[in-house]
Nanobody, 123 residues
Framework: VQLQAFGGGLVQAGGSLRLSCAASGRTFSSYIMGWFRQAPGKEREFVAA????????YYQDSVKGRFTISRDNAKNTVYLQMNSLKPEDTAVYYC?????????????????WGQGTQVTVSS
């Protein structure tokens, strides 16, 4: 499966952004979908994941209550709604697909990756 993330940009602290990730192929609903991020000089980290139907979600503690992951299997798209953004949310955000078990939050579990989209939050 090929993934393409978009929707990043520059936003002030407290603002919102919605990231989208479009997937190619007809097996999108068979993948767990996740969002990860990587800030300069830091390792890539898990942000959020959604199960195959979207019925279950999982978040990193620092984004709970602020970010919402969702998916539309009819459109082969996964979203990340980011509210109350903070400067520490600044990073390149990646979407990824995992053909394995739920829950899945380890980088090594994910089989396919998008190209990343930059999110910059100014203070």
């Amino acid at each position: 499966v090929q993934l393409q993330a978009f929707g990043g940009g520059l936003v002030q602290a407290g603002g919102s952004l919605r990231l989208s990730c479009a997937a190619s192929g007809r097996t999108f609903s068979s993948y767990i979908m996740g969002w990860f991020r990587q800030a300069p000089g830091k390792e890539r980290e898990f942000v959020a994941a959604t199960s195959w139907s979207g019925g279950s979600t999982y978040y990193q503690d620092s984004v709970k209550g602020r970010f919402t992951i969702s998916r539309d299997n009819a459109k082969n798209t996964v979203y990340l709604q980011m509210n109350s953004l903070k400067p520490e949310d600044t990073a390149v955000y990646y979407c990824a697909a995992d053909a394995g078990r739920w829950p899945s939050f380890a980088t090594d579990n994910y089989d396919y990756w998008g190209q990343g989209t930059q999110v910059t939050v100014s203070s």
